[in-house]
Protein backbone atom coordinates (compact mmCIF):
# COMPACT_ATOMS: atom_id res chain seq x y z
CA UNK A 1 0.00 0.00 0.00
CA UNK A 2 1.55 3.34 -0.94
CA UNK A 3 1.58 6.52 1.11
CA UNK A 4 -0.06 9.65 -0.39
CA UNK A 5 0.42 12.99 0.59
CA UNK A 6 -2.62 12.71 2.18
CA UNK A 7 -1.75 10.13 4.28
CA UNK A 8 2.21 10.78 4.97
CA UNK A 9 4.00 7.51 7.33
CA UNK A 10 3.51 7.36 10.76
CA UNK A 11 5.38 8.90 13.34
CA UNK A 12 7.58 7.72 15.45
CA UNK A 13 7.20 8.25 18.92
CA UNK A 14 9.80 8.42 21.45
CA UNK A 15 9.50 7.14 25.11
CA UNK A 16 8.26 10.62 26.85
CA UNK A 17 5.65 10.95 24.20
CA UNK A 18 4.27 7.29 24.21
CA UNK A 19 4.17 8.25 28.26
CA UNK A 20 2.06 11.57 27.21
CA UNK A 21 -0.27 9.94 24.80
CA UNK A 22 -1.51 7.54 27.74
CA UNK A 23 -1.38 9.86 30.26
CA UNK A 24 -3.63 12.09 28.21
CA UNK A 25 -6.12 9.59 27.11
CA UNK A 26 -6.35 8.70 30.87
CA UNK A 27 -6.79 12.09 31.88
CA UNK A 28 -9.61 12.48 28.75
CA UNK A 29 -11.24 9.61 30.07
CA UNK A 30 -11.81 10.65 33.61
CA UNK A 31 -12.67 13.92 32.22
CA UNK A 32 -15.14 12.66 29.41
CA UNK A 33 -16.16 8.94 30.36
CA UNK A 34 -15.28 8.00 33.44
CA UNK A 35 -19.00 7.28 35.49
CA UNK A 36 -22.07 5.85 33.75
CA UNK A 37 -25.43 6.21 33.85
CA UNK A 38 -26.88 3.19 36.04
CA UNK A 39 -29.11 1.00 33.03
CA UNK A 40 -27.49 3.04 30.29
CA UNK A 41 -24.65 3.53 27.52
CA UNK A 42 -24.76 6.89 28.90
CA UNK A 43 -21.10 7.80 29.98
CA UNK A 44 -19.97 11.03 31.64
CA UNK A 45 -17.06 12.70 33.77
CA UNK A 46 -15.77 15.37 35.78
CA UNK A 47 -16.04 17.38 32.77
CA UNK A 48 -19.78 17.27 32.73
CA UNK A 49 -20.22 17.17 36.35
CA UNK A 50 -17.84 20.77 36.99
CA UNK A 51 -20.20 22.10 34.03
CA UNK A 52 -22.96 21.60 36.16
CA UNK A 53 -22.00 25.08 38.17
CA UNK A 54 -23.06 27.68 35.74
CA UNK A 55 -20.58 30.00 34.08
CA UNK A 56 -17.60 28.74 37.03
CA UNK A 57 -17.72 25.03 35.94
CA UNK A 58 -17.21 26.07 32.37
CA UNK A 59 -14.32 28.52 33.12
CA UNK A 60 -12.64 25.51 34.64
CA UNK A 61 -13.69 22.81 31.96
CA UNK A 62 -12.20 25.14 29.31
CA UNK A 63 -8.72 26.33 31.35
CA UNK A 64 -8.09 21.98 31.66
CA UNK A 65 -9.02 21.54 27.65
CA UNK A 66 -6.37 24.31 27.20
CA UNK A 67 -4.13 23.00 29.18
CA UNK A 68 -4.19 19.02 27.68
CA UNK A 69 -4.05 20.94 24.44
CA UNK A 70 -0.65 22.19 25.54
CA UNK A 71 0.91 18.74 26.66
CA UNK A 72 0.17 18.08 23.23
CA UNK A 73 1.68 20.55 21.47
CA UNK A 74 5.02 20.20 23.46
CA UNK A 75 5.01 16.40 22.61
CA UNK A 76 5.02 17.44 18.68
CA UNK A 77 1.35 17.55 17.69
CA UNK A 78 1.20 19.34 14.58
CA UNK A 79 -0.54 22.96 13.69
CA UNK A 80 -3.27 21.50 12.08
CA UNK A 81 -4.05 18.94 14.77
CA UNK A 82 -3.82 21.65 17.18
CA UNK A 83 -6.03 23.81 15.35
CA UNK A 84 -8.98 21.01 15.31
CA UNK A 85 -7.84 20.65 18.77
CA UNK A 86 -8.99 24.26 19.51
CA UNK A 87 -11.73 24.03 17.52
CA UNK A 88 -13.10 21.07 19.77
CA UNK A 89 -13.02 23.11 22.89
CA UNK A 90 -14.24 26.33 21.13
CA UNK A 91 -17.27 24.96 19.79
CA UNK A 92 -17.58 23.35 23.68
CA UNK A 93 -17.15 26.04 25.49
CA UNK A 94 -19.36 28.32 23.18
CA UNK A 95 -22.27 25.70 23.65
CA UNK A 96 -21.63 24.99 27.47
CA UNK A 97 -22.28 28.97 28.41
CA UNK A 98 -26.12 27.92 27.96
CA UNK A 99 -27.19 26.31 30.57
CA UNK A 100 -28.52 22.80 30.54
CA UNK A 101 -28.51 23.43 26.68
CA UNK A 102 -24.57 23.09 27.15
CA UNK A 103 -24.28 20.48 29.73
CA UNK A 104 -27.01 18.02 27.87
CA UNK A 105 -23.98 18.56 24.61
CA UNK A 106 -21.20 17.75 27.17
CA UNK A 107 -22.80 14.57 27.58
CA UNK A 108 -22.81 13.72 24.01
CA UNK A 109 -19.38 15.41 22.48
CA UNK A 110 -16.53 14.79 24.61
CA UNK A 111 -14.19 17.49 23.35
CA UNK A 112 -11.60 15.95 25.23
CA UNK A 113 -11.88 12.83 24.23
CA UNK A 114 -12.15 13.48 20.57
CA UNK A 115 -8.77 15.49 20.81
CA UNK A 116 -7.05 12.93 21.97
CA UNK A 117 -8.07 10.48 19.21
CA UNK A 118 -7.08 13.37 16.91
CA UNK A 119 -3.80 12.91 18.52
CA UNK A 120 -3.87 9.35 18.36
CA UNK A 121 -4.29 9.51 14.89
CA UNK A 122 -1.80 11.95 13.90
CA UNK A 123 1.01 9.79 15.97
CA UNK A 124 0.42 6.28 14.49
CA UNK A 125 -1.76 7.34 11.51
CA UNK A 126 0.33 9.78 10.15
CA UNK A 127 -2.79 12.25 9.57
CA UNK A 128 -3.51 16.27 10.09
CA UNK A 129 -0.23 16.78 9.14
CA UNK A 130 0.54 20.94 8.57
CA UNK A 131 1.17 24.13 10.51
CA UNK A 132 -2.06 26.25 10.71
CA UNK A 133 -0.17 28.69 13.23
CA UNK A 134 -2.59 32.01 11.85
CA UNK A 135 -5.60 29.74 12.25
CA UNK A 136 -3.94 28.32 15.88
CA UNK A 137 -3.78 32.14 16.63
CA UNK A 138 -7.17 33.30 16.28
CA UNK A 139 -9.01 30.41 17.57
CA UNK A 140 -6.39 30.98 20.90
CA UNK A 141 -7.71 34.84 20.76
CA UNK A 142 -11.24 33.54 20.28
CA UNK A 143 -10.70 31.21 23.53
CA UNK A 144 -9.07 33.94 24.91
CA UNK A 145 -12.25 36.27 24.39
CA UNK A 146 -15.07 33.43 25.41
CA UNK A 147 -12.94 33.59 28.91
CA UNK A 148 -13.14 36.92 29.79
CA UNK A 149 -16.89 37.13 28.82
CA UNK A 150 -17.43 33.78 31.17
CA UNK A 151 -16.00 36.56 34.05
CA UNK A 152 -17.82 39.28 32.82
CA UNK A 153 -20.80 36.81 32.82
CA UNK A 154 -20.33 35.70 36.76
CA UNK A 155 -19.24 39.40 37.80
CA UNK A 156 -22.89 40.29 36.20
CA UNK A 157 -24.44 37.53 38.32
CA UNK A 158 -22.89 38.23 41.30
CA UNK A 159 -23.71 41.39 41.17
CA UNK A 160 -27.31 40.87 40.38
CA UNK A 161 -27.39 38.63 43.24
CA UNK A 162 -25.60 40.52 45.83
CA UNK A 163 -27.63 43.70 45.22
CA UNK A 164 -31.27 41.43 45.40
CA UNK A 165 -29.70 40.15 48.41
CA UNK A 166 -28.37 43.48 50.49
CA UNK A 167 -30.35 46.01 48.58
CA UNK A 168 -26.84 47.35 47.52
Same mark, same amino acid.
Given at each position: ?? $?????????? !???? $???? !??????????????? %???????????????????????????????????????? @?????? @?? %??? @????????????????? !???????????????????????????????????? !??????????????????????? $? @?????
Amino acid at each position: ML $QNEQNPPPLV !LSAK $QEKS !LFWLDKTADLLDNRF %RIPGTQIRFGFDFLIGLIPYVGDMIGLAVSGLLILVMARN @GASGMV @GL %RMA @GNILLDAMVGVFPIIGD !LFDLRYKANTRNVKLLQQHYHEGKHQGSAIWAILLI !LLALAVVFFLMIYVIWQLFSWIF $Q @GLFGV
